[in-house]
């Protein structure tokens, strides 16, 4: 994708996939990666920040011997993917507009 994810953007992406379901770590990085191109070494950072706003919760799981992270949405990520939603809705208006091409001359 060429145009960059931002910060709130990323945001509201894993929040949404959080939304249908808890998510193990690295699937949820690699689904993100995969559909944004976006590295996990920008993926983590941003759970982390949700995590510590009390948007996302974490719990282990038994996986093979070794233990698994999943992550979760609490209601405090739902009401900040409600705004997401919202925020993004009115951003991309706003772009559509200026990117329709009726009326150019191209």
């Given at each position: ?78 009401e ?11 951003f ?13 001359g191209?």
């Amino acid at each position: 994708m060429a145009i960059q994810a931002a910060g709130l953007l990323l945001d509201g992406c894993v929040l949404s996939l959080l939304a249908r379901e808890d998510a193990y770590g690295y699937t949820l990085t690699q689904r993100m990666k995969g559909q944004l191109g976006v590295s996990e070494s920008t993926l983590y950072p941003v759970m982390r920040r949700l995590q510590m706003d009390e948007c996302l919760t974490t719990y282990d799981m038994p996986h093979n011997g070794r233990n698994r992270r999943y992550y979760r949405i609490t209601e405090r990520g739902l009401e900040r993917f409600r705004n997401c939603v919202t925020d993004w809705t009115q951003f991309k208006q706003t772009v559509d507009g200026f990117l329709n091409m009726e009326g150019v001359g191209v």
